[in-house]
């Protein structure tokens, strides 16, 4: 029988521990050497069977990669493809993909390297995190599109660097024949988004836990955000802004909005229901900038609210109760004056309130607000139909050169 020492077995407990936090921090994404890559494209297709990963992004990167198939974590298709799991109409289901090592064999390219055995010597990884409502059998059927973030890592001869990136899921659902009032999932589209279109900015305003982020998937836009809330006298969120220096308005169709999950959460976390994702016109960037926003919350209400004048506190001035979805939201403002309306089909309107703002200026941002309520976590939102016009005081007589243009 071998003995080991005391001392000898506290070392090794030791030298255990170390390994274990250093693996878990590479694993959770952070860089061992240079930076982070944004992925401003590429898509992945899962059905029964597994399809072709195609990412690129930052310095030059790409992956050309097969998802091995049986290998790695598939949520959506696991979840609702068996007799057990949380799929009726209503039921939240898990974005959840993971897939790392020699389960992506593929080549890639980075700062003009080409590396050809990712999955062997080369290791990669991605991870797909986001959640999606599961609809009623009352509707038409049609598939239904959801927000999600990516992370992942690159492994090579020169360190670690650490991928991210948000998109949009298409999910393909059937009925049930097996099983009457339950859906299945036939086919789930991930799509990674590019840059906002100019002249569109995205930041986060205020202390926020994680980063948000914000992107362009075929004209819509999916902004994932952090934060404590948009109340008080400061706010904290993801804004997606554009100048709006005149009178004008801010009108999109909120399609769908879902808790994002940490990607190696073996369960969904519940959705602060104080979470927000909606629309806003505001004095500035400052987290206590003066402004209106119209929002929905989890639950479906709709929130009318201003604060009058930088630092003072938010006021709830009107709300309304909406399926929480495919909802349109419109903020018009004439100088000072802001009404919101809202909408279910985008044709009829109906008016939610008005207020007077006593802005200082006219110069003044508009755009989509992301707060997940709950820092530390992120709250995803897709947005489309997004119009905003506003952007100039006045028409300029001289752009021609001369009065007749």
């Not at 390994?19 to 059905?47: Q, Y």
């Not at 064999?105 to 050809?116: I, R, S």
């Not at 999955?119 to 409502?133: K, P």
């Not at 202390?207 to 955000?225: K, W």
């Amino acid at each position: 029988m071998r003995v080991e020492c005391p001392a000898c077995i506290r070392w090794r407990r030791a030298v255990a521990v170390v390994v274990t936090v250093f693996t878990t921090l590479l694993s959770h994404g952070l860089p061992a050497s240079a930076g982070d890559i944004l992925i401003t494209a590429g898509s992945l297709r899962m059905a029964p069977s597994a399809g072709p990963l195609s990412i690129s992004g930052d310095r030059g990167f790409a992956l050309q990669s097969r998802v091995s198939a049986g290998a790695g974590i598939f949520a959506p298709y696991t979840t609702c493809n068996l007799t057990s799991g949380p799929c009726s109409p209503g039921d939240t289901v898990s974005l959840r993909a993971a897939w790392s090592g020699n389960d992506l064999p593929g080549t890639a390219t980075l700062d003009g390297v080409e590396y050809t055995h990712v999955g062997l010597t080369i290791a990669a990884s991605v991870e797909f995190s986001g959640s999606f409502v599961l609809p009623s059998f009352d509707v038409p059927l049609q598939p239904v599109r959801a927000p999600f973030v990516m992370t992942g890592g690159f492994s090579y001869s020169g360190g670690r660097e650490r991928l991210y990136g948000s998109g949009a899921a298409t999910i393909t659902l059937v009925p049930d024949a097996g099983l009457p009032g339950r859906w299945r999932v036939t086919d789930v589209l991930y799509e990674l988004g590019g840059p906002l279109p100019t002249p569109w900015a995205s930041r986060d305003v205020g202390a926020v836990g994680r980063a948000g982020l914000a992107s362009n998937v075929r004209d819509a836009f999916v902004i994932a955000g952090d934060g404590a809330d948009i109340w008080g006298t400061s706010d904290s969120f993801r804004f997606a802004h554009v100048p709006m220096l005149g009178s004008g308005s801010v009108v999109t169709r909120l399609v769908a909005a879902n808790a994002v999950p940490d990607p190696f959460a073996l369960s969904l976390p519940d959705t602060n229901r104080f979470a927000k994702a909606g629309i806003m016109i505001r004095q500035g960037l400052p987290p206590s900038s003066a402004g209106v926003i119209l929002d929905v919350k989890p639950d479906g209400g709709l929130e009318f609210m201003v604060r009058y004048a930088g630092g003072e506190n938010t006021l709830f001035l009107a709300g309304a109760e909406t399926s929480g979805h495919d909802v349109w939201l419109r903020l018009s403002r004439n100088s000072a004056h802001i009404t919101a309306m809202y909408s279910v089909d985008g044709v009829s309107w109906q008016t939610l309130g008005s207020v007077n703002v006593p802005f200082v200026t006219t110069e003044l941002v508009a755009g989509l607000a992301v707060t997940s309520h709950d820092p530390g976590a992120l709250y995803g939102a897709l947005f489309d139909q997004v119009n905003i016009s506003g952007q100039q005081l006045t028409d300029n007589l001289l752009a021609e050169g001369d009065f007749e243009g």
